[in-house]
């Protein structure tokens, strides 16, 4: 059993930023994998980022490779997800999950994920 909560998200123009994060909680953070996936109304969710336990290697969709960066701080038990020039498509409600493997997050074989917390980018 694991809790996650996402928080950070909201309306921006696009070519904008915002910063997700998502506090952890029910087990010990630093034992997990952890990642993000997002679901746009009608669309299949779709993996985005993750990183090991440490934080010293992640995996990243292609789509966002180079605009999103994952990052973990394990003292605070958090995760952030650093989403940069943002456009119409990355709309949809995004995800915080964890699972002991990376690579279970990475094709969505995950148990435990957050309520969720809606992006939308305007043009």
């Known amino acids: 059993q694991v809790q996650l909560e996402e928080s950070g998200g909201g309306l921006v123009q696009a070519g904008g930023s915002l910063t997700l994060s998502c506090a952890a909680s029910g087990r010990t953070f630093s034992s997990l994998a952890v990642g993000w996936f997002r679901q746009a109304p009608g669309k299949q969710r779709e993996f985005l980022a993750a990183?090991?336990?440490?934080?010293?290697?992640?995996y990243y969709a292609d789509s966002v490779k180079g605009r999103f960066t994952i990052s973990r701080d394990n003292a605070k038990n958090m995760v952030y997800l650093q989403m940069n020039s943002l456009n119409v498509g990355d709309t949809a409600v995004y995800y915080c999950?964890?699972?002991?493997?990376?690579?279970?997050?990475?094709?969505?074989?995950?148990?435990?994920w957050g309520q969720g917390t809606q992006v939308t980018v305007s043009s």
């Open positions: 990183t090991i336990k440490s934080g010293s290697s992640s």
């Open positions: 999950t964890a699972a002991e493997k990376l690579h279970t997050i990475v094709v969505l074989e995950v148990d435990y």
